[in-house]
T-cell receptor, first 111, second 117 residues
Framework: EDQVTQSPEALRLQEGESSSLNCSYTVSGLRGLFWYRQDPGKGPEFLFT???AGEEKEKERLKATLTKKESFLHITAPKPEDSATYLC????????????FGAGTRLAVHP | GAGVSQSPRYKVAKRGQDVALRCDPI?????LFWYQQALGQGPEFLTY????????KSGLPSDRFFAERPEGSVSTLKIQRTQQEDSAVYLCASSLRDAGGPSYEQYFGPGTRLTVT
């Protein structure tokens, strides 16, 4: 069964304190791995797509990496505006591109 | 351009009532998805449309849930005889390409928060 597990469930950081969020996955053939950001009361906002092991993508203070079993979202020198829930999702090969999500990591960055 | 829009944003229904939730995808997007998100959880897939064809409805939790996209643009998710366990946020997402192509990102609407009392 295709499955995504995210850790930690919640993370509290001081402004400027770098850290990483983990996404472990099992899928019968990976078509793509996605990272989304979700603010309270809003829909998920697309951040990155990764397709193969070894791939990395960056956007401002965020960097996403991918191995055959997991993905990391690295946050460098976070600011309070980075506070949100970060969702990881996978698409399995052979399907209709539905996303299988983890439960998310709730990130709080304090000044 | 305009993103995915959903209406209503909030809906309160009494148990047993029928509800209809609307999704306006990004113009020109072929694929449309519905997801259900419980509090503190990630979204869960409900159903998928490619243009007007419903190709996957494996995630619909019961036959009380019905979705349509008759002209390949706007979609409606209907829930009949609502139950308390139907309370959740219902998210719509659209994607530029069809399911047979490469993996393209899905863009989400703000969701409809349904509360069944």
């Amino acid at each position: 069964e295709d499955q995504v597990t995210q850790s930690p469930e919640a993370l509290r950081l001081q402004e400027g304190e770098s850290s990483s969020l983990n996404c472990s996955y099992t899928v019968s053939g990976l078509r793509g791995l996605f990272w989304y950001r979700q603010d309270p009361g809003k829909g998920p906002e697309f951040l990155f797509t990764l397709y193969s092991a070894g791939e990395e993508k960056e956007k401002e203070r965020l960097k996403a990496t991918l191995t055959k079993k997991e993905s990391f979202l690295h946050i460098t020198a976070p600011k309070p505006e980075d506070s949100a829930t970060y969702l990881c999702a996978v698409q399995a090969a052979g399907g209709y591109n539905k996303l299988i999500f983890g439960a998310g990591t709730r990130l709080a960055v304090h000044p | 351009g305009a993103g995915v829009s959903q209406s209503p944003r909030y809906k309160v229904a009494k148990r047993g009532q029928d509800v209809a939730l609307r999704c306006d995808p990004i113009s020109g997007h072929v694929s449309l998805f519905w997801y259900q998100q419980a509090l503190g959880q990630g979204p869960e897939f409900l159903t998928y449309f490619q243009n007007e064809a419903q190709l996957d409805k494996s995630g619909l939790p019961s036959d009380r849930f019905f979705a349509e996209r008759p002209e390949g643009s706007v979609s409606t998710l209907k829930i009949q005889r609502t139950q308390q366990e139907d309370s959740a946020v219902y998210l719509c997402a659209s994607s530029l390409r069809d399911a047979g192509g490469p993996s393209y990102e899905q863009y989400f609407g703000p969701g409809t928060r349904l509360t069944v009392t």
